[in-house]
């Protein structure tokens, strides 16, 4: 036991001194952001300065203290920081999230887009689709990079059950805004309809990889891999789905716990419990038996 603490420890202080300077002031940048109700430029600003202070002046390296003794030192490492957080730092990416979804999910610009757009949108809540249809093809022929536009597309051709034509254009959608929550949701939905269950994979493993925070991309991996009898990664979704959903305090959880129970069920008539049980317990699950 104390050799198997010894190789911990050891790990452990060859992953910290593995870190570089910039990694060490990152990570220390992004527990400051994350104290933070709201994400400016001045406290990012903040935490960076007070983050590099506190991480250069604890460095056992003396030149690594010289060299933030420099103008050039301190702006070189200031820029390093600043492209290093949007790509590791989860509040900086989660801020960075919501301000494109701002952009994207907005009236069009364009007066004869928007209006086509509007009519459209009343035919939609009148179901009558084919008119919606006919609107919102004017809508992006006056404004090609209308994200809301192709959405509705999508919706409507998938409300006349033409898969093919939604998953066109949710894919148009996509080309604009690859991180497009609506248009990810929708097209693996219009997957799982056609039955083509490892594009919907696809599709619900980039929604989880640009909103992780969302549940419904665990949902709807988890519903597919078990469809392809990947029962291990199905119930590992699902059991992320069914945390995300409670803590949220969502309806959908009941959606989960269901799902939960049918899986359980396949899988014991399979003989395949301790799949069930394997994966539960990795997500300090405990069963009643």
Do not use: W
């Amino acid at each position: 036991m104390t050799k198997f603490f010894t190789l911990i420890s050891i790990i452990s202080f060859h992953l910290l001194c593995g870190q570089t300077l910039e990694e060490k002031i990152a990570i220390k940048s992004c527990e400051c952001l994350a104290s933070k109700s709201k994400l400016t430029e001045e406290n990012t600003r903040e935490c960076i300065v007070t983050s590099t202070t506190t991480v250069v002046f604890s460095d056992p390296d003396a030149k690594n203290r010289e060299h933030f003794n420099t103008v050039d030192g301190i702006q070189n490492l200031f820029q390093k920081i600043t492209a290093i957080l949007p790509k590791t730092c989860d509040s900086i990416k989660k801020s960075n999230s919501i301000e494109k979804e701002k952009q994207f999910y907005t009236a069009s610009k364009n007066e004869k887009a928007q209006n086509a757009y509007t009519i459209a949108d009343d035919m939609i809540d009148l179901q009558k689709y084919d008119v919606a249809i006919e609107s919102l093809l004017n809508a992006i022929k006056n404004d090609p990079k209308f994200v809301m536009a192709y959405d509705n597309l999508g919706l409507c051709y998938r409300q006349l059950k033409d898969y093919d034509k939604a998953i066109r254009y949710y894919k148009k959608s996509l080309e604009i805004y690859p991180e497009g929550t609506f248009a990810l949701m929708n097209i693996g939905v219009a997957y799982g309809f056609k039955s083509d269950f490892k594009n919907a994979i696809i599709i619900y493993e980039k929604l989880k990889k640009y909103h992780p925070d969302n549940a419904e991309g665990y949902f709807g991996a988890g519903k597919n891999y078990f469809l392809i009898n990947d029962y291990e990664k199905a119930l590992d979704n699902i059991f992320t789905a069914h945390r995300i959903y409670t803590e949220e305090k969502s309806d959908y959880a009941k959606d989960t716990e269901q799902l939960i129970g049918i899986f359980y069920s396949k899988l014991k008539n399979e003989n395949k419990e301790e799949v069930f049980k394997k994966i539960a317990e990795k997500h300090n699950i405990k069963l009643n038996e």
